[in-house]
């Protein structure tokens, strides 16, 4: 009953359960995300198949904004991903490791999922926003602009392959994340950094 009235009628984001026992539990409602696939890993303990996939959603000016990992999804889908996704890598200058220290193998932008996640931040436990990278995609492949202030999605589940969508602005719109935090600038047109050439003034093995 306290569900429906405070978090299905919006007064609130959850319910905090304090047990007769002490335990103590948060219950939220799960959050659906729709990203695009730009990138993969292998898998370390299964033959043919992915790890992990790397997201990302488009801002309203086409570049592309990383959102995340996600590796969680059943085998026969591991596979899956695979047969559909090796053999299609591109290039990139932009490197992005997953949590065993495997480098993203990055891919065109083609294929939508859905995915289930539990919450969405956008500031560090220290109250610093959360910077992502913003990416530019042409045919040679994907291009680094710089990092801009974005999202973690925390604990992220693959839901299934969005077929009726595809990679536009509106059906992966990075603007998704906004429902549940608040993103200084997430709109706002990133301009890639031009920077000197540095100098190395010291090196040591």
């Keep these: 009953a306290l569900w429906k009235e405070w978090v299905a009628g919006g007064k609130g984001q959850g319910l905090v359960l304090r047990t007769a026992d002490n335990l103590v539990f948060k219950?939220?409602?799960?959050i659906d995300l729709d990203a695009a696939i730009i990138g993969f890993t292998d898998s370390s303990d299964e033959p043919e198949s992915v790890g992990s996939l790397l997201l990302a959603m488009m801002r309203d000016?086409?570049?592309?904004?990383?959102?995340?990992?996600?590796?969680?999804?059943?085998?026969?889908?591991?596979?899956?991903?695979?047969?559909?996704?090796?053999?299609k890598e591109i290039a990139s200058n932009y490197r992005y490791a997953n949590s065993k220290g495997?480098?993203?193998?990055?891919?065109?932008?083609?294929?939508?999922?859905?995915?289930?996640?539990?919450?969405?931040?956008?500031?560090?436990?220290?109250?610093?926003?959360?910077?992502?990278?913003?990416?530019?995609?042409?045919?040679?492949?994907?291009?680094?602009?710089?990092?801009?202030?974005?999202?973690?999605?925390?604990?992220?589940?693959?839901?299934?392959?969005?077929g009726d969508k595809t990679v536009?602005?509106?059906?992966?719109?990075?603007?998704?994340?906004?429902?549940?935090?608040?993103?200084?600038?997430?709109n706002k047109k990133a301009e890639r950094l031009v920077l000197p050439a540095s100098e190395v003034v010291r090196r040591e093995v």
């Design 27 to 30: 219950a939220k409602p799960s």
């Design 61 to 87: 000016d086409g570049q592309f904004q990383v959102i995340g990992a996600c590796g969680n999804m059943p085998g026969e889908q591991r596979k899956a991903f695979y047969r559909q996704l090796k053999g």
């Design 102 to 162: 495997a480098l993203y193998r990055f891919v065109a932008p083609e294929t939508v999922i859905e995915i289930k996640v539990t919450d969405i931040q956008g500031e560090d436990s220290s109250g610093d926003s959360i910077l992502r990278m913003v990416l530019e995609h042409s045919g040679p492949g994907w291009r680094t602009i710089r990092e801009m202030p974005g999202v973690s999605i925390l604990h992220p589940v693959f839901s299934r392959v969005r």
């Design 168 to 186: 536009n602005p509106t059906d992966i719109r990075v603007a998704q994340v906004l429902e549940r935090c608040l993103i200084d600038g997430l």
